[in-house]
């Protein structure tokens, strides 16, 4: 059975509840007929492989570079907090692709900056 929340628009109570759903007031998860959106907890942001990082040189030409040491010790050292640092650990000793959460994705995009300009080019693309 469906969970009966009160709309937003309208404040009515669970004795003057519509006869039928959609009509305003109480009704389940539905605000004028149209079905409201619901985030995704804990979905997974990307897979990334640190190891293979693509960028392109002055040329335009695409090469493999790898980012582990790097993006790693960038974390490691630039952190905040425990799960940052942790983060830094992970990247630093990941060989091949790593999944990463919506919040490591975070996390890397953070400290985007500290990197130089192709790197941060090629940590953007796959992110």
Known sequence: ????????????????RPAEKGDGGWHSHTCNGKKQKQKKKGTMGKKVNWKELMLTDIEGNEFAF?????VGNVLFNMADDVAEHDLGVAIYHSDGE????????RIVRKYLGAWKYVLRQGIERIL
């Open 98 to 105: 790593m999944d990463m959460s919506d919040e490591q994705v």
């Open 66 to 70: 790898d980012a582990r040491k790097t």
């Open 1 to 16: 059975m469906a969970v009966i929340q009160p709309c937003k628009r309208r404040r009515a109570t669970p004795e003057a």
